[in-house]
């Protein structure tokens, strides 16, 4: 299983899969502690756990749920949304 390990350089690799433990690292303020909540809630983003027990997330599954509700304000532009389709 593909994991991040953030302290082995400054750069930001393309991974698979985050533990739980790192996940604030993809989401700036997502605390793992509110992830831990959330899974016994059974609200958020999908998780995987492994046999030891060990929680990871999909990155892409992350971003997908922390993109799903977007909100347009005053201040956006035409050009910002013909960038986005």
């Known amino acids: 299983m593909k994991s991040l ?11 698979m899969l985050v533990r739980a433990s790192q ?10 502690k509110t992830a831990a909540n959330w899974r016994c809630q059974k609200v958020g983003p999908r998780y995987y756990q492994d046999d030891l027990g060990s929680i990871y997330y999909k990155v892409d599954e992350i971003i997908e749920f922390f993109t799903r509700h977007q909100v347009q304000t005053k201040d956006c532009s035409i050009l910002t949304l013909e960038l986005e389709k």
Do not use: C, Q, T, Y
């Open 5 to 15: 390990n953030f302290d082995s350089s400054n750069d930001l690799p393309n991974p």
């Open 23 to 32: 996940v604030g690292k993809i989401v700036l303020g997502w605390n793992p």
